[in-house]
């Protein structure tokens, strides 16, 4: 069996414990893909010290040539698309269809940071003196660590790593523990993409023997998470308390609304895909339909029909809609919140069952499962499950319906299809998330644009798009007086118009 490694300091090393954890296919647990490191704080320390010398060196590479190693990462991503995607649906389970989708966002966001390198602007403003210029720039923080969930094997590691590069960081990845392959072969691309090795640290193991030690470390002044709110919260205590430069990006509880108004075939595929695709483990899935009272009774029936025809199965065959859940855990969270669904009152219309069956008998399968007569008030109209487990709630008007949306403590993303164009852009206003997508579904974040949640989703801060270099870089402000007098700035003395 293939043992797999860390890469610290330069080099591929066997983790300091000397101890590893199987990597199994979830959608079929006979299959071991490899050992991979169960590594601990003194790995991070070793990294930290590896990562500072890194640091040195790519903060004096300048901007442009680090773009250029990010050109080639993204050209190495195109070469190997389809064998890392292979290789994801093996270790996650989601269809190729997805995980090439995945691929790609990677790829995308490698050109993108690409053409940062070339961009990483500061600004020249007029000084409030004579002979004196006033300007500033942007100059990279140090050792970022990077902790990443499960769900998204290249995107979200793609999302932080690459412009963290750009901006001039040196980078500690830790992959979650459920996807340690992919990590490695984004890993490997960024070496043969001529990344300088030290630049770069691969830790594998546990969050709490990986991720609380690399958070707790008082040489890595940045940390980007991504991964459920409870662990989010005591990274950022953490974080609060070292201050440290922070970006959380936690859980959801998404929202479509189909108003009475709406193209219902459209709606139709919106909800397939946003309740589950990625077998409902994403953090923009939808777990919340709103339906209006009009159309209730008759979509609630097209969905429950097209639901029960989607072929769950190993995401490597052909026809494959939906995979497995991710481990053993989340299968018994999801069952967990079904016996929770039934005992606050909702009924069950689809699903709600571990299938049987030839592909099904040896993987982490769940069926597709509905809610109907849902209550804005019940534990699965407000918790995350994270599996394909779909709340269906009625209402009577349009108002009720972004109420219900606002109601809950998470804000990533919403949706609604609707034809009226002035109710569109209201909703635009009133929904209290961070993406509104209209007559699309919750999921679909291109990577141009920034992504992430409001309440208790997020801290403020964006992935993706043009607001993540901010994250990544430092401002740094010059004034050069070149009057050879000392020139006393307004706040110091106010020579202008008396009062
Ligand atoms: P998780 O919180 O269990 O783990 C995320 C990462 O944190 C893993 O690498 C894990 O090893 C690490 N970790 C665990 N304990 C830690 C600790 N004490 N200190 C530091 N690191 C620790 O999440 P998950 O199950 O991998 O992912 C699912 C969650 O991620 C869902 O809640 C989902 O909504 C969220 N998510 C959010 C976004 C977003 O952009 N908002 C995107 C994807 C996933």
Redesign the pocket.
Known sequence: MKVFKNFVAGEWVEPSTGNYFDNRNPADLNDVIGKFPLSNSTDVERAVTSAKRGFELWKATPAPQRGDVLRKAGDLLTARKEEIANAMTREMGKPLTETRGDVQEGIDTAYYAATMGRQLSGRTVPSESRSKWAMSYRRPIGVAGL??????PMA?PTWKMFPALVCGNSVIF?????VPHTGTLLVEILLDAGLPPEVIQLLH????D???P??EHPDVPLIS????????S??GA?CGRMHKRLS?????KNAQIVLDDADLDLALEGALWGAFGTTG?????TSRLILQKGIHDNFLGMLIERTKALKLGDGRKKGTDVGPL?NEA?LRKIEHYVDVGQTDGADIVCGARRPTGAGLDDGLFYEPTIFSRVEPGHRIANE?I?GPVLSVIRVSTADEAFAINNSVKYG?SSSLYTKDVNLSFRALEQLDNGITYINAPTIGAEAHLP???VKQ??NGHR?GGWEVYEFYSETKVGYVDYSGTLQRAQIDMYLGTPD
């Open positions: 902790i990443c969930p499960f769900n998204f979200i830790k992959p979650a523990e459920d193991g546990t969050g709490e990986v991720g609380a690399l958070v998470f991504t991964g459920s709110t409870a662990t989010g005591m990274v953490t959380l990006e936690m859980g959801g483990q994403r953090c923009t899935a991710i989340a995350e994270f990533l992504f992430g949640g989703t997020g992935e």
